[in-house]
T-cell receptor
Framework: TQLLEQSPQFLSIQEGENLTVYCNSS?????LQWYRQEPGEGPVLLVT?????EVKKLKRLTFQFGDARKDSSLHITAAQPGDTGLYLC?????????????FGQGTILTVHP | EAQVTQNPRYLITVTGKKLTVTCSQN?????MSWYRQDPGLGLRQIYY???????DKGDVPEGYKVSRKEKRNFPLILESPSPNQTSLYFC???????????????FGPGTRLTVL
């Protein structure tokens, strides 16, 4: 079973601060996805990273896939109250387990005005 | 409207009473999957299906069954529910999970199941 350790579990910051969320595994993934989930709704995809070392930017959000495709990070610059939510990383397995997804435990982010 | 639908949205049942949660997508997606979400554990994959008639176990398949007889439907069956299956369940679909550009999973609204 592949494991994906996500940290921190909780993050409470003030508006304007920067933050980073980490996802780490000892397993290699074919790709890694980041989702955001609002209360009472299903997760919504933010980005997928596929290539080792890949960096993708989505406005104030920067996503990075580790060179070995075992870890990833999400960095938010100048956080805003609208960024509040649950952030989830998910690794997509390859090889004989192609299609299997492993999610991290999630990071509950609260941005105070 | 492109969407994933789940029914029922809420269900309270008793131990041992067989139940089925339906999932349907209208996007002609190849890939479908079921997850359960519990506090502090994130989402855990129960079963997934790469295409019609092809299903595979996720990380927590015990106590669940699925079938994929048609591309659009992927029901989740609990033959003999137990209290530890009380959870929030999500169905999701994707055009092609493993590709770089068509891998977005679209999630249903969730089914909150309580087993007494």
């Amino acid at each position: 079973t592949q494991l994906l350790e996500q940290s921190p579990q909780f993050l409470s910051i003030q508006e304007g601060e920067n933050l980073t969320v980490y996802c780490n595994s000892s397993s290699v993934f074919s790709s890694l996805q980041w989702y955001r989930q609002e209360p009472g709704e299903g997760p919504v995809l933010l980005v997928t990273v596929v290539t080792g070392g890949e960096v993708k930017k989505l406005k104030r959000l920067t996503f990075q896939f580790g060179d070995a495709r075992k870890d990833s990070s999400l960095h938010i610059t100048a956080a805003q109250p609208g960024d509040t939510g649950l952030y989830l990383c998910a690794g997509v397995a390859g090889g004989t387990s192609y299609g299997k997804l492993t999610f991290g435990q999630g990071t509950i982010l609260t941005v105070h005005p | 409207e492109a969407q994933v639908t789940q029914n029922p949205r809420y269900l309270i049942t008793v131990t041992g009473k067989k139940l089925t949660v339906t999932c349907s997508q209208n996007m002609n997606h190849e890939y479908m999957s079921w997850y359960r979400q519990d506090p502090g554990l994130g989402l855990r994959q129960i079963y997934y299906s790469m295409n019609v008639e092809v299903t595979d176990k996720g990380d927590v398949p015990e106590g669940y069954k699925v079938s994929r007889k048609e591309k659009r439907n992927f029901p989740l069956i609990l033959e003999s529910p137990s209290p530890n299956q009380t959870s929030l369940y999500f169905c999701a679909s994707s055009l092609s999970i493993g590709t770089a550009y068509y891998n977005e999973q679209f999630f249903g609204p969730g089914t909150r199941l309580t087993v007494l």
